[in-house]
């Protein structure tokens, strides 16, 4: 039953569906924004006023003594909630959502949506040296993914929404809508989206912002002082510390991932590395307690030029440090609140020794210390933009953009000559992972192998004889044999070029040997929710031509899926399918071809495009089939072995002759005859 568009054409309906959710996620992320920062209340009133209360101290030197209590006590707290959602709690976790949406279906868990603000209260509560920017993130994140989710939205629609929930949170937070739009498309998406897609997300941070305003009014996170430039030879000042900040930039990325290499390599249990770590960061914080949670009030002492050099530098080193070893031991929280710690004392100590050193060239406190925030934050994350837009809408000044455009650009540029990663990329680098991937790459993370793979697969049993999996071999043609049980399940796999050694190997292989002595146990599979990217890079690395999909690991063999398999999906993907679905904009062909869509008939329900044929019988290729019971959900490939169902919205390419043969050939089973709208693409003469 086609569903009702209230009198606008399926395209502007469907973009106006979108734009509506936006609305939503960008609402819903704000409201979880002001719960995550209720949530900070209330555990820091619970780990730093009722727990001395009830000791009879007084905050004063005790309470220093015991601040390594504390963070322990917070510790416990933190391995409590791990215990209730384990692996969902622990350590810093942003670049896993990173690769969650990247490089895989963008589905993220609803169980975030609490677990990520929990952990990340329990921690700034309690004074661990962490940020609250990464976990708001993914908290907006999984708001937007369960939207997604609801709407059963395709999965290249659904990581628009959960970038446009984390944009959101961090828009909220900083009360920056541009700010957001940008740490949405530059950090989540990098880089990678439409001009459509950045409507939705400029849509999401707006309401998000709207909402809190509405709520708490215009609070801004730091007070921020008037930026002033007495004089364009600042410049130089401030491009030279940009440099520097590149420096210290690339060093901590280096340093963060270190300490937290050092950490995990560690032979003792996970609860005993965070109590440890965390009563370390207690130990630093005896001397310089301005270093406990993310230390935003500090922050905005520095931008007022409270500190002198001595205690900048101190507390530079402190966070420097704590923060690395807090997140390293598997504290929840983020990476965003010590960047910006760090780079505001590191320009507020480069403006004290520049003033030192060249009086005439140096301005005020605190200008260099705002700039020095923007500057850091672009070295650590290599999103400039995002540094950028934060700094104008905290300053709400013209005046500081080319400064700091000169000061953010040359600490990126610095630290991308040190360190090619961003700190988000760099642990995901060293496990052979990238996020920086191509656009064909891009669009087969995807599509799942369970819309490709085939069934139509030879495979031998266990006890198949040596002689018998010979004859097979040369009857196939594929260049590999499944090794099946009994109950189904994937037992190994013999590789055809591989049975020429087996036989001039010069063992005695007695009429005994069968499938099982010559198969690989240890072979590589796929499972039928993973995409193809994934299928492709396993193919790529075991110098297979096929691949076997399996439900689970070690489980029931569902068929193979292969290279040709993978080229088919990206040549269909490479036609543009999302204009195909939702706009009847013309797509040049070479003379003589169409490309349109039909509908299935009820006497083609239960065909599959195997058994129809289409290419060898009418030169018409199937690019895409639209599910008739998920509407919503887009176009995918189509696979070989699916079985059509009536309504089935399929997507064909072919001379207009041949596409007429195929629509009476769905006709011909006796049902109704297909719906032909007008097509995508009409021939034009010369265009290609």
């Known amino acids: 039953m086609q569903k009702p568009t209230f009198g606008l054409r399926s395209d502007q309906f469907e973009y106006v569906q979108l734009i509506l959710l936006s609305v939503t996620v960008g609402v819903l992320a704000a409201l979880g924004n002001l719960g995550f920062r209720k949530l900070i209340e209330l555990f820091s009133w619970l780990f730093q006023r009722v727990e001395w209360q009830a000791l009879g101290i007084d905050r004063g030197g005790w309470y220093l003594a015991l601040i390594p209590l504390v963070l322990m006590s917070g510790g416990l707290a933190i391995l409590l909630l791990d215990w209730i959602f384990p692996g969902d709690v622990l350590g810093y976790g942003f670049p896993n ?59 290249d629609r659904a990581k628009v929404l959960v970038a446009a929930g984390a944009g959101a949170g961090i828009a909220t937070t900083f009360n920056a809508p541009i700010g957001g739009l940008m740490f949405a498309q530059e950090i989540v998406l990098l880089g990678h989206t439409e001009v459509a897609n950045l409507t939705l997300l ?18 801004v996170v730091f007070d921020v002082p008037e930026f002033i430039m007495h004089s364009y ?12 900040l ?9 340093f963060f991932h270190a300490t937290a290499g050092w950490i995990r390599r560690r032979k003792i249990p996970q609860w005993l590395k965070l109590e440890l770590g965390l009563a370390m960061v207690g130990v630093i914080a005896i001397w310089v307690p301005r270093n406990l949670s993310d230390g935003y009030p500090v922050i905005s002492l520095a931008m007022s030029g409270q500190f002198d050099a001595a205690a900048l530098a101190i507390l530079l080193g402190a966070k420097f440090f704590a923060s690395s070893v807090s997140l390293g031991c598997g504290s929840p929280g983020g990476v965003f609140g010590p960047t910006f ?27 260099y210390a705002l700039l020095g925030l923007g500057a850091f934050l672009a070295g650590t994350s290599h999103a400039p933009l995002t540094a950028l837009f934060l700094l104008f809408e905290m300053t709400h000044s013209y005046s500081i953009a080319v400064p700091a455009m000169i000061a953010t ?23 052979g992972k990238t996020l920086q991937i191509g656009q064909e790459r891009l669009s087969l993370t995807l599509i799942p192998v369970s819309a490709v793979l085939t069934k139509d697969v030879t495979f031998v049993s266990q006890n198949t004889s040596l002689a018998d999996v010979l004859r097979i071999a040369g009857d196939t043609a594929q260049s590999t044999l499944p090794v099946v049980t009994s109950e189904g399940e994937l037992s190994g796999l013999i590789v055809t070029r591989d049975l020429l ?36 890079q396993a193919m790529e690395h075991e110098g297979l031509d096929e691949i076997p999909v399996v439900d689970r690991r070690g489980g029931n063999f569902l068929g193979l899926v292969t290279r040709q398999h993978i080229a088919q999906a ?25 490309v349109t869509r039909l509908v299935v008939p009820a006497g083609a329900a239960g065909k599959t495009v195997r058994q129809l044929d289409p290419r060898a019988r009418f030169s018409v290729t199937v690019l895409a089939v639209q599910d008739a019971t998920n509407m919503d959900s887009g176009f995918v490939p189509l696979a070989p072995d699916r079985s059509l169902k009536e309504g089935d919205l399929i997507v064909a390419a072919g001379r207009p002759p041949d596409i007429r043969q195929f629509a009476r050939a769905l006709e011909s089973g006796g049902g109704a005859p297909p719906v032909l709208p007008e097509p995508i693409a009409q021939p034009v003469p010369g265009k290609t």
């Open 341 to 367: 710690f760090i780079g505001t004392m590191a320009g507020g100590l480069f403006q004290r020794l520049s003033h030192l050193a060249a009086p005439q060239l140096t301005g005020t406190r605190g200008s």
């Open 570 to 594: 990206l040549n269909r993907v490479s036609v543009s399918l999302s204009t195909l679905a939702t706009r009847d904009q013309n797509i040049y062909w070479a003379t003589g071809y169409r």
């Open 246 to 254: 590149g420096v210290l930039a690339a060093a901590y990325i280096r």
């Open 501 to 536: 050694s087996i036989l001039s190997s010069g063992h005695d292989l007695g009429p005994l040997v069968n499938a099982f002595d010559i198969a690989n146990a240890n072979c590589p599979t796929v499972l039928a929710t993973a995409n193809l990217d994934e299928a492709s």
């Open 233 to 244: 030879w600042e410049l130089l000042t401030y491009g030279l510390m940009g440099a520097m």
């Open 97 to 155: 959502f990173l690769e969650m949406v990247n490089l895989g279906t963008a589905k993220v868990k609803r169980d975030w949506i609490f677990v990520k603000a929990a952990g990340a209260a329990l921690s700034l509560g309690a004074g661990a040296s962490v940020g609250r920017e990464g976990p708001i993130a993914q908290v907006g994140g999984a708001i937007g993914s369960m939207v997604a989710q609801l709407r059963n939205l395709s999965a």
């Open 409 to 431: 650009i040359t600490s990126l540029v610095v630290s991308r000559a040190l360190v090619t990663e961003s700190i988000d990329e760099y642990r995901l680098a060293r496990e």
């Open 202 to 219: 400029i849509v999401a941070t707006t309401s998000a912002v709207v909402t809190s305003r509405a709520i708490i009014g215009n609070a």
